[in-house]
């Protein structure tokens, strides 16, 4: 991470002599974790993610993200986020929504399931990640982010049973708590 925050403050600097408008190419990169229910074996996933956006005339922005979480299994997201500053200022706040489909990296692993093993084929699912945060400026094209949001997941996992030789279909939801702490240059 500082190596991240020493190459993009040196190379985001300006000239004092002149004045540009600032770049609407923003990257944001996240660290945090998604904080919720304890009936998960990893009480607090771990979650990475990078998004490349655009900020519009009106200071909307559109990107793409992408990242690795891990629940159960790893998970690659693969979304749109939307942010909208909701106030500027010597720290600004903003409104965001990251929604997309998630990728299983890995499959579930086999288990005993009513005298029956079940091989599990993990599909990954739909997700949405609306919250708000706060930009504090660390460089003249730099900012820390905290956020903080509501985070829905579906994971969908297709299953071969070996006793009753049928397939089927697992779900899992998750309604949790997404904690991250970024950088955006």
Not at 50 to 65: A, E, H, K, P, W
Request: include cysteine; charge should be positive.
């Amino acid at each position: 991470m500082a190596c991240i925050f020493i190459a993009t403050t040196s190379l985001g600097q300006e000239s004092q002599n002149t004045k540009t408008s600032p770049s609407p190419i923003k990257n944001l990169l996240q660290t945090g974790v998604i904080l919720g229910s304890s009936n998960n074996q990893n009480k607090a996933p771990f979650s990475i993610m990078y998004s490349f956006s655009y900020q519009l005339r009106n200071q909307f922005s559109v990107g793409l993200g992408l990242g690795y979480e891990s629940f159960k299994e790893a998970q690659m997201p693969v979304f749109i986020r939307l942010e909208h500053p909701i106030k500027h200022g010597d720290v600004d706040i903003f409104a965001f929504t990251n929604m997309g489909y998630s990728f299983s990296l890995e499959n579930r692993e086999a288990h005993n399931y009513q005298y029956s093993n079940l091989d599990f084929d993990s599909k990954g699912g739909w997700l949405i990640n609306p919250g708000m945060g706060i930009k504090f400026p660390i460089g003249p094209s730099s900012k820390l982010l905290l956020s903080v949001g509501y985070r829905y997941q579906k994971i969908k996992h297709k299953a071969y049973n070996t006793y009753t030789l049928d397939n089927e279909i697992h779900y899992d939801s998750y309604n949790r708590i997404s904690l991250h702490l970024g950088l955006e240059f």
